[in-house]
């Protein structure tokens, strides 16, 4: 039980990681964020049978991961938490389809990689920036505040998951978990609890002029260095989609080889 | 103009479960008083000042703001004359850091960013916690999220503060640095409270409140030296005023 709200509490750990100070981080949101969508459309149109090609795509969240000197284990963990629901979805994939467990490893290698890339813009962006930095692409605010607060409430939610889970554990010692008889009265009380908070949260923003937009957080400007981040890294994941960085290469040692 | 900052006449209101919060109270606070609002638990301070910045609207009598009657179409011009601090920081701070929080109000008045920047560190610099700016709310002790809350609110340059409970769960450092601040500012200000001793230092005038309504409403020493009125709401006379436990002298 304790583990869980442990667990729970380090959502947080994402807003954390984006305050941090590195190159990577002083990037542009818009630029990172256009990086990430080319990125992610690139890994997902490949073929359904296609892993080999996928590989050079590692190097993005990679090098990433390095510049920007985010602890790898906490990304992980989050990470195996998607990876689960994927395994759900494609592991009937052997039962009907001859070549079943490629198609299940594809999937489970594209999961993987946009799962590991969008951690990784969080964690260097930050969600208010990236909220900004959809607005600057004229993403309609509705969606945009949707997901602000989506973000907000559910590290709310969590946080009341773990102070009720903690009060019960302390009451039920020899208990690994939330009884079946309790379980009713847990979700209802969190329900009305989660509701109220969320009502002063709001009421709180209102207090202070909110008016359904997010403005503006010291917005920097578009700069050489993030045009050439974007530019860059747009041409590597065109490129390896377009050809098949592995298998090029792999022709050509063979080629060196036999010359 | 009206001389009043806020006129309260005649307020009723009545949740939907039936629970009369408020009746008939009325009362009127001056420009630059300072004013305490006491009673029991369940009295009616929260929601008071609910209905004082238009969370809830009453079911009968008008809150007025200087000259304009609280309503859902002068919601917005109110807001921006009163600054509510909330009984617990945490539901006031839900940006990521410090920072953003104080410039949270601001920014939705649509001012520029230095603009904002130079009222975001007038607010901490008042407050007493500029070296927190960049700090996240959720990891700071309970002062020191207080200190925040007030420059969040403070950052809006209202006319009014209004603060529910501002010394509940503070150690006794932090609460007598909140108390010499409030004594520094020149604001009005409506102060709620069950830490009667703190209001005694801090508030002119005191309103107290019995099940709704107003059971008393006068100055200061007059209010909390009189301990039959205090019993009968719930209250006692401010700690400071009682015996000395020790030598059982009167102060």
């Given at each position: 039980m304790a583990k869980m709200a442990d667990l729970m509490?380090?959502?947080?750990?994402?807003?954390?990681?984006?305050?941090?100070?590195?190159?990577?981080?002083?990037?542009?949101?818009?630029?990172?964020?256009?990086?990430?969508?080319?990125?992610?459309?690139?890994?997902?149109?490949?073929?359904?049978?296609?892993?080999?090609?996928?590989?050079?795509?590692?190097?993005?969240?990679?090098?990433?991961?390095?510049?920007?000197?985010?602890?790898?284990?906490?990304?992980?963990?989050?990470?195996?938490?998607?990876?689960q629901l994927i395994i759900g979805i494609g592991i009937l994939n052997p039962l009907f389809d001859p070549k079943g467990w490629i198609t299940f490893a594809s999937i489970m290698i594209k999961s993987g990689l946009t799962v590991t890339a969008c951690l990784v813009l969080v964690s260097t962006t930050g969600l208010d920036k990236i909220a900004q930095a959809l607005r600057t692409l004229k993403v309609p605010g509705i969606f945009v505040l949707q997901l602000l607060l989506t973000f907000r409430y559910i590290s709310l939610l969590t946080e009341e998951i773990a102070r009720m889970a903690r009060a019960y554990a302390l009451r039920a010692p020899r208990r690994k978990g939330v009884r079946l008889k309790d379980g009713g009265s847990f979700v209802g009380q969190l329900l009305l609890r989660t509701y109220d908070r969320a009502q002063r949260v709001y009421h709180a923003m209102k207090l202070r002029g909110f008016s359904g937009e997010f403005h503006a957080y010291g917005q920097s400007k578009i700069t050489r260095k993030d045009i050439l981040f974007l530019l860059a890294w747009s041409v590597f994941f065109i490129a390896a989609r377009i050809c098949n960085i592995p298998v090029f290469l792999g022709l050509l040692l063979e080629e060196m080889s036999k010359g | 103009?009206?001389?009043?900052?806020?006129?309260?006449?005649?307020?009723?209101?009545?949740?939907?479960?039936?629970?009369?919060?408020?009746?008939?109270?009325?009362?009127?606070?001056?420009?630059?008083?300072?004013?305490g609002i006491i009673g029991a638990n369940g009295s009616g301070k929260t929601t008071l000042l609910s209905l004082m910045t238009g969370i809830l609207l009453p079911d009968r009598g008008e809150v007025r703001v200087g000259d304009v009657a609280v309503t859902k179409k002068t919601l917005a011009s109110i807001r921006r004359r009163l600054g509510l601090v909330f009984q617990d920081p945490d539901d006031q701070l839900f940006m990521t850091t410090v920072y953003d929080d104080v410039a949270f109000g601001p920014r939705n008045e649509h001012l520029d960013e230095h603009e904002v920047r130079a009222r975001v560190e007038e607010a901490l610099d008042m407050v007493g916690i500029p070296q927190l700016k960049d700090r996240a709310p959720y990891k700071m002790s309970g002062g020191e999220k207080r200190a925040a809350a007030i420059a969040s609110v403070l950052s809006m340059k209202p006319d009014v503060l209004i603060m529910d409970e501002p010394t509940s769960g503070l150690d006794?450092?932090?609460?007598?640095?909140?108390?010499?601040?409030?004594?520094?500012?020149?604001?009005?200000?409506?102060?709620?409270?069950?830490?009667?001793?703190?209001?005694?230092?801090?508030?002119?005038?005191?309103?107290?409140?019995?099940?709704?309504?107003?059971?008393a409403n006068g100055a200061t020493p007059e209010v909390l030296t009189n301990g039959e009125l205090l019993d009968q709401c719930g209250l006692e006379v401010p700690l400071s005023l009682q015996k000395c436990p020790v030598c059982g002298i009167k102060k």
């Open positions: 509490f380090n959502i947080r750990l994402l807003d954390d990681l984006a305050r941090k100070n590195t190159s990577v981080h002083g990037l542009h949101p818009v630029s990172k964020l256009l990086a990430t969508i080319v990125y992610l459309l690139a890994v997902v149109s490949f073929d359904r049978y296609e892993t080999i090609g996928l590989l050079p795509f590692v190097f993005y969240p990679l090098v990433l991961i390095l510049l920007a000197e985010l602890p790898v284990v906490p990304l992980l963990k989050r990470l195996l938490m998607v990876e | 103009m009206s001389r009043h900052e806020i006129e309260v006449s005649s307020l009723c209101f009545s949740y939907p479960d039936g629970h009369e919060a408020i009746r008939d109270v009325s009362f009127a606070i001056t420009r630059g008083e300072s004013v006794p450092k932090a609460r007598r640095r909140l108390i010499n601040f409030l004594k520094g500012l020149r604001h009005t200000k409506i102060i709620t409270s069950h830490d009667l001793d703190m209001i005694m230092e801090t508030c002119d005038r005191v309103i107290v409140l019995k099940d709704g309504e107003v059971a």
